[in-house]
């Protein structure tokens, strides 16, 4: 290996952050380093999902006789423990439970956490990419048992958020106010090395992703905007591209890449869309903002969207920024 090239593992990263505030304790470090070994945990299992054929159906008992779990059951549990073993939290939500875990250790955390343990996970048989998100809040009443109420704080209030994306290689891309850095497990070494620093999201980008199946239930704002896209633009004379896969964290982590924008808006039959405002819309918007994006509900920032409850859809819109200008001009001029 050459000697000039800098390995940075992400322990090493969120150290470094943290010296930048002299007042930090290092609790949120220690916490987004249980994130990252929850990530390898979940990782090394999402890496055997094509193998269930061989080695059991989930459901059934593998050839150790253990259950074999559904990975994002799995993904679930793995992240349940290490946050509940973490003396870190007060509480934490998770898609997959009806209610907030409060945590049973008996050292109670100044911080709480939603989670969506394993997006997109319809698409595992299909070995496309999913992936894990998380939003790391303060605990309002610090000393106290965490409830639903404590989880639900607008999105503005997050301390950290990020997600993994088990895709072609597994990949931690967080943030905890100070931008937004990628790093890319080394299946070798076991480690996530910094490999994406500083991630910004172009102005403006030229690919959206939108399941465009449900044109005629959305909003006549949405349709002329999509509709818009269909021709060359407008300045720069550009075409666009359409790319949906599916899967939120895989789509996102493109458009933070590449710039446009992802739209999940509501429909007749969904008043609120499909996506979670906890635990999926609000730490990419977090993520996005502090990538130089932006995310809106279409009336407002996705930040500012007060919660009402734990598992609340929320229409969703996010990317580079010219981009959701753009739409927003649109849904103001048709949408009354
Ligand atoms: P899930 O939480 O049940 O996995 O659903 C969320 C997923 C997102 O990853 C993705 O953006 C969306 O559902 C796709 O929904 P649709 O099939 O309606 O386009
Ligand atoms: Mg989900």
Known sequence: MRADVQLTTIERHI??????????????????????????????????????????LTGESNVQGEQVQKLDELANDVLVN?????????????????????VTKLTLGEYVVNFDPLDGSSNIDANISIGTIFSV????????????????????????????????????VYSSGDGVHGFTLDPGVGEFLLSHPDIRIPDKGYIYSVNE???????????????SL??????????????YIGSMVADMHRTMLYGGAFLYPPDKTNP????????????????????????????????????????????????????????MSFIRKYDK
Not at 149 to 155: A, H, Y
Request: proline share 5%; charged share 25%; aromatic share 8%.
């Open 15 to 56: 150290m470094e952050t943290q010296k930048k505030y002299p007042e930090a304790r290092g609790h949120l470090s220690k916490l987004l380093m249980d994130v990252a070994f929850a990530a390898k945990v979940i990782s090394r299992d999402v890496r055997k999902a094509g193998l269930v054929g061989v080695l059991g």
């Open 272 to 327: 609120n869309g499909k996506l979670r405002l906890l635990y999926e819309a609000s730490p990419m918007a977090f993520l996005c903002e502090q990538a130089g994006g932006a995310a809106v509900d279409g009336r407002r920032r996705i930040l500012e969207v007060e919660p009402t409850s734990l598992h609340q859809r929320v229409p969703f819109f996010i990317g580079s920024k010219q981009n959701i200008e753009e739409l």
């Open 82 to 102: 290490v946050f509940n073993n973490s003396g870190l939290l007060a509480a934490m939500a998770s898609e997959e439970l009806a209610a907030s875990v409060p």
């Open 230 to 243: 269909k021709k060359p633009d407008a300045q720069t004379g550009k075409r666009y591209s359409l790319r």
């Open 213 to 227: 199946a449900y044109y005629d239930a959305w909003s006549e704002g949405v349709r002329q905007y999509i509709s």
């Open 137 to 172: 809040l303060r605990m309002p009443r610090p000393g106290d048992q965490g409830k639903d109420e404590d989880l639900m704080q607008p999105g503005y209030r997050q301390v950290a958020a990020g997600y993994v994306i088990h895709g072609s290689s597994t990949m931690l």
